[in-house]
């Protein structure tokens, strides 16, 4: 779902200053958001021990993601003043809304970051240069307050409040480092509605103490209980919350969960549709397959997936047999290794598209790692698909910037 919350255009003056000051304040954001995060954690150290994804921090992506929004949301409103980038807040909201976080939350990022921009752009930042990007500030967060409070209101937690407690009642070894878990309500909560393509976030306790917070695909159609597929993340730093999932998540053990959300648009339309994925991104698409077959979608469906191998390639039974459900339809599957020849109806290698028929009018659904879908995005427009007719999901800090 869209969320068209109207135009609210910078003013004149401020949109002067700030195209302006642009090439500065981008040559110097990584920095501008390194220094807010350290100066934010300094004064709010619980913010980053139960909110934000310490391995992200760690890695430099959510530093890298904030520097980009605001960039982009920037650039956006000088370019095309008349029009407000809708679809980039409407993903920002659906994650933050996912997180719990709240209008105050906003007031503590905004006092941070305007210390850090001072701080690295010095004398540079007149009052009229700080009034306009303040401006830019306030209605990139304003816009998407109202979003997270609508978003809120849809799924009945009220001032954030979207944790839920569940217990796990099945789990599955799909791969040596893949696990599915089914959930089940505790306390008699429904289950919610939510749309194939979504995602939970999964909070948990680690043993430091912190509550730490991940998004996890569902990865079945809505039923009466909802599966998450977890992937264990291995290398440096490790998956925190993953690897606990996989050490210590078993029948009956409780999880904290957020209500579903993703800014996703529906799939069960007359259009013809792509679904395309890589590695662990196959989840979301085995549960868009999964409610298009409960659905007895009539219209053509391609099933596109790339893997290591066969072993690796997470829910491929399903996969298979759901795509297979569907008629018309066509299913391919790239795998690196060798013994991939041993797979019937699959290609070894990797994910290529030269001789695979895209109908006219196609919808394609993206998921997996950044240059896989930036490399097919790219492809798929060569090939005739209009760019908003393509639609990713990012695992993680929403990296890209090159919109829909």
Not at 35 to 59: I, S, T, V, W
Not at 63 to 72: D, F, K, N, T, V
Not at 238 to 252: F, R
Not at 329 to 342: C, K, L, N, R, T
Request: some cysteine; glycine content about 8%.
């Amino acid at each position: 779902m869209r969320y068209q919350l109207g135009v609210a255009m910078l003013s004149a003056q401020t949109t002067r200053t700030v195209r302006a000051t642009l090439p500065a304040v981008g040559a110097a954001i990584g920095d501008i958001a390194d220094l807010f995060y350290k100066k934010m954690f300094a004064a709010h150290p619980e913010l980053l021990r139960d909110l934000f994804n310490r391995g992200n921090q760690a890695d430099g992506s959510q530093r890298q993601a904030l520097a980009g929004s605001i960039a982009a949301f920037a650039t956006a409103l000088v370019e095309h003043p008349d029009v407000r980038p809708d679809a980039m807040l409407a993903r920002i909201a659906h994650k933050h809304a996912s997180l719990g976080i709240t209008r105050d939350q906003y007031t503590i990022v905004h006092t941070h970051l305007f210390e850090a921009i001072v701080d690295v752009l010095g004398e540079a930042v007149t009052p009229d240069v700080a009034r306009a990007w303040d401006e830019v500030y306030w209605l990139m967060a304003n816009a998407l307050i109202a979003i997270e409070e609508r978003l809120y209101a849809e799924a009945g937690a009220v001032d954030g409040s979207t944790w839920r407690t569940w217990e796990i009642v099945e789990r599955v070894q799909e791969t040596a480092d893949v696990a599915t878990f089914r959930l089940s309500p505790c306390a008699g909560d429904e289950v919610p509605g939510f749309r194939p393509g979504q995602y939970v976030s999964v909070q948990v306790e680690l043993p430091d103490g912190a509550r730490q917070i991940r998004q996890y695909s569902l990865s079945a159609a809505p039923a009466e209980t909802l599966s998450i597929t977890v992937k264990r993340v291995h290398g440096v730093p490790e998956g925190e919350v993953s690897n606990h999932l996989h050490a210590h998540g078993h029948v009956g053990s409780r999880l904290t969960l957020s209500a579903p959300y993703g800014d996703v648009p529906p799939v069960d339309d007359a259009a013809p549709l792509l679904l395309i994925s890589a590695g662990i991104g196959c989840t979301p698409i085995v549960a868009m397959l999964d409610h298009l077959v409960r659905v007895d979608h009539a219209g053509p469906v391609t099933v596109l997936h790339a893997d290591r191998s066969p072993a690796e390639h997470a829910l491929r039974a399903r996969h298979t047999r759901l795509a297979d459900e569907l008629a018309p339809g066509a299913v391919h599957f790239w795998y690196e290794s060798a013994g991939a020849e041993d797979v019937p109806a699959t290609r070894r290698g990797r994910m290529e598209l030269t001789d695979i028929t895209i109908p006219t009018g196609a919808r394609a659904y993206l998921c997996g790692p950044l240059p896989f879908m930036r490399g097919v995005r790219a492809r798929l427009i060569e090939l005739g698909v209009r760019p908003a007719d393509i639609h990713y999901e990012v695992f993680g800090p929403d990296l890209w910037l090159g919109g829909e």
